[in-house]
């Protein structure tokens, strides 16, 4: 079974209509009936307008969303094992990190990616999924911390923004021997079996 992860560095269905991206994510499944797709919004603190922007985009198919709440059922890892696609916002990268291994929610995510679920996610749910991570601790720090591990390496997403670029470039001077992704919010990656596949332009 192939395992799928989609890395959105900006646009989608929060910023336009009928985006392509979101188009290129459905395709990824083969299925032809409307799939079942999870929005999880943890990095905005499930922030409703966000969710509801997700609702929206995807009313023709089977759409949910997990709420930090949720990740406490006894039973998250059957509805997660359910879906076809896990759809990750945009955020603070570190708090829903935090939050996800508080509660186990990590684990969830990785059972159900190694059991074919398409993980995908925007800018904090795009380089969550990579070794390490890169983003701003507050307004005028940017730290390095823990991601799942799921990917090699890194990722910068809005790598078009002058103050990120100038940091992450700094930060990855020392990083001799890793694998860096920069993408600016034109530009997304898909990775099969861990292993990168397509560069996709919109």
Known sequence: MDRNIL?????????????????YLLK????????????????????????????????????SHLTIKDFDSPNIQEVVDTLDIVYVGGGNT???LEIW?????????RNAYQNGVILAGISAGAMCWFETCYSEKNDEVYE??????ILKGSLCPHYNDVERRLAFNNWATTKHNSTLYTLNDTENLHFKNEKLIAKIIT
């Open 7 to 23: 890395a959105i560095s900006g646009g989608g269905f929060s910023e336009e209509d009928n985006a392509y991206i979101d188009e």
């Open 28 to 63: 990824i499944s083969r299925k032809q009936e409307p799939l079942k797709i999870a929005f999880i919004a943890t990095a905005s603190n499930d922030a409703n307008g966000y969710i509801d922007k997700f609702y929206g985009a995807f009313n023709k198919e089977h759409p």
């Open 94 to 96: 570190q708090y829903m």
């Open 101 to 109: 291994r508080k509660t186990g929610f990590d684990i969830v995510l």
């Open 144 to 149: 390095e911390f823990k991601g799942l591990g």
